[in-house]
């Protein structure tokens, strides 16, 4: 089982960027969990934004983010983070970092992932 908390989360203008950081407490390692970054807007369902292995080899990007976000993780520190650059308003929602321990690669839906941080609001003004 794995506790997540992000952070980094705040207002920014467009073409600014923000980082988040997901930290995980952990009952085994954090190694052992592909982690992901899901958002979710107003009004909408959670989409996938980016999603990593459980050795940083494997990464997926939602083709929206593409070339402007960048996921990493530091497993020593049991934290995740989602490099922000480019940003634009409807980049706007409640950023979620997940985990997962049973698949084998990084997926890019909810159903993949099985522990949900709390959230973290990013805001990109026009």
């Known amino acids: 089982q794995v506790h997540l908390v992000e952070s980094g989360g705040g207002l920014v203008q467009a073409g600014g960027s923000l980082r988040l950081s997901c930290t995980g407490s952990?009952?085994?390692?954090?190694?052992?969990?592909?982690m992901g970054w899901f958002r979710q807007a107003p009004g909408k369902e959670r989409e996938f934004v980016a999603s990593i292995g459980r050795w940083g080899v494997w990464a997926n990007y939602a083709d929206s983010v593409k070339g402007r976000f960048i996921i990493s993780r530091e497993n020593a520190e049991s934290t995740m983070y989602l490099q922000m650059n480019s940003l634009k308003p409807e980049d706007t929602a409640v950023y979620y970092c997940?985990?997962?321990?049973?698949?084998?690669?990084?997926?890019?839906?909810?159903?993949?992932?099985?522990?949900w941080g709390q959230g973290t609001q990013v805001t990109v003004s026009s």
């Open positions: 997940a985990g997962d321990f049973f698949y084998i690669q990084p997926g890019n839906t909810t159903k993949e992932f099985e522990y």
């Open positions: 952990v009952l085994t390692t954090f190694s052992a969990y592909n």
